[in-house]
């Protein structure tokens, strides 16, 4: 059974930093692209940082230069570090593992960001 883990949200003040996790079981994470998406109250859940099984990374504009994608294989978790954060970052965020037409979703973390 697959499982994907998300963890790290919570209410944080304008300015601010979060690291989301999520942790991956019962699936060969290292071949897996990970990413991380987010969706909005009344917004459609839209990509923010994804990392291949190279360990090559892609941003939405929106967070570039704020927001850090990582993975540890070995542990398999892949990590969101949230820099500078905005009010408008305010999400459920969720991890996405994807490879080949097959792919996972964990159940998502609240992020939530006061001004």
């Known amino acids: 059974q697959v499982q994907l883990v998300e963890s790290g949200g919570g209410l944080v003040q304008a300015g601010g930093s979060l690291r989301l996790s999520c942790a991956g079981s019962?699936?060969?994470?290292?071949?897996?692209?990970m990413g991380w998406y987010r969706q909005a109250p009344g917004k459609q859940r839209e990509l923010v940082a994804v990392i291949t099984n190279g360990g090559s990374t892609n941003y939405e504009d929106s967070v570039k230069g704020r927001f850090t994608i990582s993975r540890d294989n070995p542990k398999n978790t892949v990590y969101l570090q949230m820099n500078s954060l905005k009010p408008e970052d305010t999400a459920v965020y969720y991890c996405?593992?994807?490879?080949?037409?097959?792919?996972?979703w964990g159940k998502g973390t609240l992020v939530t960001v006061s001004s």
């Open positions: 996405n593992a994807y490879r080949g037409g097959r792919e996972y």
């Open positions: 019962g699936i060969n994470f290292s071949i897996y692209a």
